[in-house]
């Protein structure tokens, strides 16, 4: 299979890739590691494409703007969420940085955004369980209210002697009572968070109504187009944030591809790796086309189109999404009609005609092929150009004698060239 440059409508990390570096850097055993670092990495963009289908589609997200992942809700109430992916059998317990850093990101927010009037909420997410007994347990969902959070929390602060929890307690100790109440009951803490293996089950659980055996492609999809969303909104490019309707549109727009009446497209805008030469590629399809003299444009075109419908197939069949023999109906009834419209073309045409009329005719027919063909679809709704233009080139590059042929003469300068029976 030719190796793939990317158009701009691409996935820059596909969601395979990812998982494969999962299951790499879960297997890390050095004591050296950043192994769960970098799953958190990893982590951020795949738990935000969940959190967003699970919430309304007015609902937008932001990654790495006040924290490490911003909700806003459609009344606009901002939620920050510290993502905390740690080794198995980790804790939280009272003194845990991860719980006390995210208190200091969530204050400033607080502080900046008027206290008590501020409109933020502020959420911890950690694969961590909470130790039993810790008095973080007053900010998980199932705890009631409870007015004695201030208390206990300058009693855990208290015992500490770190430098870092030390800064924390004094920025605290600038609210009043009332706002250090208020500050705290904005935040909830929800540990034993899904892992990032786990993520694409929970996905898939908003997939329903999309064909089971379709599901894993369409995920895959949609992540690989959440991912670069993600990369957009990271590296600045992107500066609103990512709207759940845009997420429910995309998920429409790629659930229609798996219909019994469409096929994915997944190729547009992909190049073949590596220059493409016109001049000198020995394939049957493009010596064709050189004997027409056609332009360099046109032959690189076919090129591509070959490219692209080739690979789109080989993704078709790998994701299981044929029927058995379509491909083959399908290239015969191109080959009928080609058949038909060749007939009409040639029909003026004599034994001894003349290079000038065959080269015309040829090209008429090979215009034919290019322009006219776009109602021969493999299924009702896949009406992608390279998909019939690709397919009648793999055709023209059958061996040992091509199924299709532009020139009248062609099979006969084959026959001289290959001593091949015509």
Same mark, same amino acid.
């Given at each position: ?12 990390? *596909? ?29 951020? =963009? ?13 609902? %937008? ?10 909700? !806003? ?18 804790? #939280? ?11 200091? /990101?969530? #204050?400033?927010?607080?502080?900046? *955004? ?36 201030? $208390?206990?929390?300058? %009693? ?39 892992? !990032?293996?786990?993520? =694409? %089950? ?10 089971? $055996? ?19 909104? #990271? ?6 944030? !990512? ?22 497209? *997944?190729?547009?805008?992909?190049? =073949? ?28 075109? %076919? ?40 007939? /009409? ?26 322009? $006219?063909?776009? *109602? ?17 080139? !793999? ?28």
């Amino acid at each position: 299979m030719m190796a793939v440059r990317r158009g701009a409508d691409a996935a820059a990390t *596909t969601p395979k890739q990812l998982d494969r570096v999962s299951s790499i850097m879960g297997d890390a055993g050095s004591p050296f590691s950043a192994a769960e670092q970098g799953l958190g990495y990893i982590f951020q =963009p795949r738990f935000a494409l969940l959190k967003i289908l699970e919430l309304s589609e007015s609902s %937008a997200v932001f990654l790495e703007k006040e924290d490490d992942i911003e909700f !806003i809700s459609e009344s606009g109430i901002r939620s920050l969420g510290s993502l905390k992916h740690k080794a198995g059998g980790d804790k #939280l317990t009272n003194l845990s940085t991860d719980f006390w850093k995210s208190v200091r /990101i969530w #204050l400033a927010y607080y502080r900046k *955004t008027g206290g008590i009037a501020s409109n933020g909420r502020f959420l911890l997410f950690s694969t961590a369980e909470l130790s039993e007994g810790a008095f973080l347990s007053l900010f998980t969902e199932s705890a009631a209210g409870d007015d004695d959070r201030v $208390e206990q929390a300058r %009693a855990v602060l208290a015992t500490s002697t770190s430098a870092l929890i030390g800064k924390i307690r004094e920025e605290l100790d600038q609210l009043s009572e009332d706002e250090l109440n208020d500050f705290y009951s904005r935040i909830t803490i929800i540990d034993a968070t899904p892992r !990032i293996t786990d993520l =694409p %089950a929970l996905i898939n659980l908003h997939l329903r109504t999309i064909r089971r $055996e379709s599901r894993t492609a369409v995920f895959e999809r949609l992540e690989g187009w959440w991912m670069d969303l993600a990369i957009k909104m #990271l590296s600045g490019e992107r500066k609103e944030p !990512i709207y759940g309707y845009e997420v429910s549109d995309k998920l429409s727009a790629i659930a229609e591809e798996y219909r019994n009446d469409n096929l994915p497209i *997944t190729f547009r805008g992909r190049l =073949p790796d590596g220059q493409i030469d016109v001049a000198n590629d020995p394939r049957l399809f493009v010596e064709q086309l050189r004997i027409l003299d056609l332009s360099a444009t046109r032959i690189r075109n %076919a090129i591509i189109d070959y490219y692209r419908a080739f690979e789109q197939r080989s993704s078709w069949a790998r994701e299981s999404l044929l029927i058995s023999g379509e491909i083959e109906e399908y290239e015969d009834r191109l080959i009928d009609e080609w058949s038909r419209y060749r007939e /009409i073309v040639f029909e003026q045409l004599s034994d001894t005609g003349n290079d000038e009329a065959c080269l015309v005719a040829g090209k008429e027919l090979y215009r034919w092929a290019e322009m $006219e063909t776009s *109602t021969l679809r493999i299924r009702e709704r896949v009406t992608e150009p390279y998909v019939v233009r690709g397919a009648f080139h !793999i055709l023209a590059n059958a061996s040992p004698r091509p199924r299709v042929f532009w020139h009248p003469r062609f099979l006969d300068r084959l026959q001289q060239l290959l001593g091949i029976a015509a």
